[in-house]
């Protein structure tokens, strides 16, 4: 499907890869962010930055560049 920067507005998706290296990698992890889980995107700032999800139950903000290494289906 793409990124997850590329997903539109109350949309479901789950997550195929992470992109990344090192520390930035690490984040997204330690976001709950990991292969297999269900993200719902709740909202997309008129720019696409942020982007707000829903992963496990809680809310978070993400930047244009952190969505995009998150490869969804």
């Known amino acids: 499907m793409g990124t997850l920067k590329d997903v539109g ?4 998706v789950k997550v195929v890869k992470l992109h990344g290296e ?3 990698k690490r984040r997204i992890m330690d976001m709950g962010i990991t292969r297999g889980t ?3 995107v ?3 700032a008129p720019l696409g930055d942020p982007v707000e999800v829903t992963v496990r139950g809680y ?6 560049e952190d ?7």
């Open 67 to 73: 969505a995009q290494m998150v490869e969804v289906e």
């Open 9 to 12: 507005c109350k949309k479901t």
């Open 22 to 24: 090192g520390a930035v």
């Open 42 to 44: 709740r909202k997309v």
């Open 59 to 64: 809310e978070l903000s993400l930047r244009k």
């Open 38 to 40: 269900e993200i719902y």
